[in-house]
């Protein structure tokens, strides 16, 4: 008997298949890839200038702040003209008074008083042993002419009069005082010696305030009622009668009643357009006379009337040729 020869037959391993890719799928994929970092970089350029925006206008209000902060600490204090006025004209009488004949108490007493308006020591105003002859000043006047603004202090200049006299003349002077002065919490110190100037007056020409150029139509009779109503109102301010002038106008004016109402200047009588239908616009020249001397002199006036029931109501009244009420 024969016996076969079994041979294990070894089983082949099978070999991994390789997928191959598309060049169209390749493509599409790179597309993708790129579109996403394309889209990741424009992302990111607009974070970079939206910070780089917020960043400058963080700076902006951080320089504006500190603009506004240097602005309100350099601003100047604003100063009482009125007192301020009161201040320099007081310390002019009481420098410009001086009588080298005086005792020496009183000298003492005038330099006690000045020493009440200076920073500086008072010796730096002390004529006392600079006078050289006996003569007597005498001031007469007064009055603030302008006050400029410098970076240390006011100069106030101050047109003043006074008068000289010594043992052979007489005379009086005029001229203009400067005095630097520094104000806090609207108090005032001089702050230096006083200087004096040739007097200046700021005379200057610009152009005149004339007439409504063009003069509206009016029926005479309406002209007629206007003029007896100006005729009355203006006899009422000349007198100075307020509470009958209240029953006239809106804000009443009250003169001082020396001046009587002479004539309106009738032919020249403007009227002009105003924004309120109701208002009508008057410009007229009112001639006045001084009850005392008779002497007269003309005035201008605006008057913007409103109708009443029997007559007219002043609404405003300004004492010059505008068209302009103003309010």
């Known amino acids: 008997m024969k016996l076969k020869t079994i041979k294990k ?3 082949k391993e099978k070999k991994p298949k390789v997928k191959k890719l598309s060049q169209k799928r390749a493509n599409k994929i790179v597309f993708i890839g790129m579109s996403i970092l394309m889209i990741a970089s424009a992302v990111g350029v607009i974070r970079a200038n939206v910070v780089a925006t917020n960043f400058d206008n963080l700076t902006d209000k951080v320089d504006q702040l500190a603009k506004s902060k240097n602005e309100k600490s350099i601003q100047k204090e604003v100063f009482d003209y009125s007192a301020l006025s009161f201040y320099a004209t007081s310390f002019a009488e009481e420098y410009l ?7 020496e108490e009183e ?11 200076l920073s500086v020591d008072v010796d ?24 400029k603004e410098e970076s240390e202090c006011l100069l106030v200049s101050l047109n003043v009069i006074y008068e000289t006299e010594d043992e052979e003349t007489k005379q009086t002077v005029t001229q203009e005082m400067v005095l630097p002065i520094q104000t806090e919490d609207q108090l005032f110190s001089i702050i ?6 040739a007097t200046t007056l700021p005379q200057g020409k610009t152009t005149e305030l004339k007439q409504a150029e063009a003069s509206l ?4 009779q309406e002209k007629e009622a206007i003029e007896k109503f100006l005729t009355l109102f203006f006899e009422k301010y000349a007198n100075g009668e307020k509470q009958e002038l209240m029953l006239l106008m809106k804000e009443p004016v009250q003169t001082s009643g020396v001046t009587e109402f ?3 200047n009738e032919n020249e009588i403007k009227y002009f357009e105003t924004k309120q239908k109701e208002v009508k616009g008057i410009q007229v020249s009112v001639t006045f006379a001084d009850k005392q001397t008779g002497m007269t002199h003309t005035e ?12 007219y109501f002043v609404r405003t009244l300004k004492h010059y040729f505008t068209e302009k009420e103003g309010n």
């Open 300 to 311: 201008d006036f605006s008057l913007w009337l409103t109708q009443t029931e029997n007559s």
């Open 9 to 11: 037959k070894k089983k």
């Open 192 to 197: 230096g010696r006083p200087y004096f100037l």
């Open 262 to 264: 002479i004539s309106l």
């Open 124 to 147: 730096a105003v002390d004529e006392t042993s600079k006078s050289q002859k006996e003569f007597v000043r005498r001031f007469k006047s007064a009055a603030v002419v302008q006050i």
């Open 97 to 103: 008074n001086y009588d080298a004949s005086a005792s």
């Open 107 to 117: 000298k003492k007493e005038r330099l006690d008083r000045l020493e009440k308006y």
């Open 217 to 220: 139509d009016v029926p005479q």
